[in-house]
């Protein structure tokens, strides 16, 4: 069974790049018929798909983060990261790696879920 653990600071200034790495056991992130998302939860919001990773590396953002976002992976270490940058607040929020089937800007369609990690945006 795939197991997606987030790891990364909790606590980021304003202006700085989030930076998050998702460790993936129990399965290869290769295999051409998934893609490796990021998800986040604002408090007292709802899921906001951010982007994701596929066969050949490639990537898929959603429009309202693709700007300032990156999505890359290290196949030989089994992991995915997320960069964005130029931080506020507003970004505070629970981030979320994820096994997916879709290129869409939806969350419907994930088939695993991370535990989550809260990130902070805070001078």
């Known amino acids: 069974q795939v197991q997606l653990q987030e790891s990364g600071p909790g606590l980021v200034k304003p202006s700085q790049t989030l930076s998050l790495t998702c460790t993936v056991s129990?399965?290869?992130?290769?295999?051409?018929?998934?893609?490796w998302s990021w998800i986040r939860q604002p408090p007292g919001k709802g899921l906001e798909w951010i982007g994701n990773?596929?066969?050949?590396?490639?990537?898929y953002y959603s429009p309202s983060f693709k700007s300032r976002t990156s999505i890359s992976r290290d196949t030989s270490k089994n992991q995915f990261t997320l960069q964005l940058s130029s931080v506020t607040p507003e970004d505070t929020a629970v981030y979320y790696c994820?096994?997916?089937?879709?290129?869409?800007?939806?969350?419907?369609?994930?088939?695993?879920w991370g535990q989550g990690t809260q990130v902070t945006v805070s001078s």
């Open positions: 990773i596929g066969y050949r590396d490639s990537t």
């Open positions: 129990g399965g290869s992130i290769t295999p051409i018929y998934y893609y």
């Open positions: 994820a096994r997916d089937t879709t290129v869409m800007n939806t969350t419907a369609y994930v088939v695993s």
